[in-house]
């Protein structure tokens, strides 16, 4: 299969390029810089393996003139688009999740019209709290449905594995040593991803006749505890942290204190920690063939 990937240099995004490459399909990474991307990927095993199968091509989401040449010249089967910001302004965004979102969109339909298209959204666009992330998720995937074309929705919960830059290992730093404080004793229930089970999940997607105009949850293989989860990540990751509870009336009494002060942080935490973020895979694993690995198998792999 003919892939192309935006945001392929990402966490997510380097996985899915290994795995396609291994798996056997051609994929072309679409970059602002495609020098840069390929040294980045050039490490892969999937790269150093295949590495004619690789292509890194110049397009800016932002900037659709260039993203029409881009797709003119991929002929892309499937498209996966992982390219996104996780924090930003409201502005920023609604830019580059939403906007650019629309713009690929746009250029889809008038280059590869029958390409199919894998949106990675996030579990986020229905979890509560809402937030500005949350509902840039939500504008994108209203684009995603209204479009013409074939589609693809993934909605992977917190995504954890080896090259995070971003959640893993600031969860493991904070877990080191001290006091690691928990709203409730982390009683909320969560469902971690392995990126691998994710970016098995994209090529799934992109290829399986049965996900066309299909939404998918992607979640860890059962709910645990927050407090479990963090503790397996502090064991498995060396450090020595305590783990403490705040009852939640107490931490609510905090969060409105520094919401006065123009702080609302520790009200979206205080909302979190009184919802369930359980997930229901059972349509990715009928249809996609999903089978989320078990969180010590990950964990080992992440940080063993």
Not at 141 to 154: H, K, M, N, Q, T
Request: overall charge positive; glycine content about 10%; aromatic content about 4%.
């Amino acid at each position: 299969m003919r892939l192309l990937l935006t945001g392929g240099t990402g966490f997510v995004g380097r996985h899915v390029v290994d795995l396609a490459l291994r798996s056997g399909h051609s994929v072309e990474v679409l970059s602002r810089d495609p020098a840069a991307a390929r040294a980045v990927l050039a490490s892969l095993p999937g790269a150093a393996a295949h590495p004619a199968a690789l292509r890194c091509r110049r397009a800016d989401l932002q900037g659709p003139a260039n993203l029409a040449d881009a797709l003119a010249g991929a002929r892309p089967e499937a498209v996966v688009h992982l390219a996104g910001l996780i924090r930003g302004t409201p502005a920023e965004l609604a830019a580059l999740n939403v906007e650019a979102t629309a713009a690929l969109l746009a250029v889809l339909a008038r280059h590869a019209p029958a390409a199919r298209l894998v949106y990675v959204s996030s579990f986020a666009a229905e979890d509560a709290p809402s937030t500005p992330y949350s509902e840039s998720k939500q504008a994108a995937e209203d684009r995603v449905r209204a479009s013409p074309g074939p589609w693809v929705i993934l909605r992977p919960t917190l995504i954890y594995g080896a090259g995070d830059t971003a959640n893993t290992p600031a969860l493991a730093a904070s877990l080191r040593s001290g006091t690691h404080w928990l709203p409730g004793g982390g009683r909320a229930r969560i469902q971690p991803v392995h990126v691998g089970d994710v970016a098995a999940a994209c090529l799934a997607a992109a290829g399986e006749p049965r996900a066309a105009g299909r939404t998918y949850r992607l979640g860890g293989p059962e709910p645990l505890s927050v407090a479990d989860f963090r503790a397996a990540v502090r064991d498995a990751s060396g450090g020595r942290a305590v783990l403490r509870a705040i009852p939640l009336p107490l931490f609510a009494l905090a969060a409105r204190a520094l919401a006065l002060l123009g702080r609302r942080g520790a009200l979206d935490v205080l909302a979190f920690h009184r919802a369930d973020h359980a997930v229901d895979s059972a349509a990715a694993r009928a249809e996609l063939g999903f089978s989320p690995r078990p969180l010590a198998q990950g964990l080992h792999e992440t940080f063993g």
